[in-house]
């Protein structure tokens, strides 16, 4: 699996929000395979941006797309779990740009977990 958070520039805790989402999906069984990481609002052009709307088809630029299906392929993970919560539109849109399933962390924990394959 490829563990994919989306996080605000105010957010300081990211990083242990992934490591706890690695952690709770590994103890389920998961195989964690690679993580993206958008954050907004870091840089000075991304303050500004702060007030515009994100995607809201995909919650990543579309360069973050990209780079998650690009290592989802790289390392033939079976899923992508997203720290927030999608909508089922973020899920079906992501799932076809991905190449495989784009499910929310919570969703993930809440099913049958498997880490045979990524």
């Known amino acids: 699996m490829v563990i994919v958070g989306y996080f605000s520039g105010k957010q300081r805790d990211w990083a242990a929000l992934m490591d706890a989402a690695a952690r709770a999906l590994e103890e389920r069984g998961a195989r964690v395979v690679g993580r993206i990481v958008q954050r907004r609002g870091v840089s ?3 303050v500004k941006k702060m007030a515009l709307p994100y995607s ?4 990543l630029t579309y360069g973050k797309v990209r780079e998650a299906a690009t290592l989802r392929e790289r390392t033939n993970a079976d899923a992508a779990v997203f720290v927030g919560d999608l909508t089922q539109r973020q899920r079906r849109v992501l799932t076809g740009m991905l190449g495989c399933p784009a499910v929310s962390l919570a969703d993930a924990l809440t ?8």
């Open 56 to 59: 809201s088809r995909t919650l």
């Open 44 to 46: 000075a052009g991304g």
């Open 111 to 118: 099913s049958e977990v498997s880490g045979a394959s990524g």
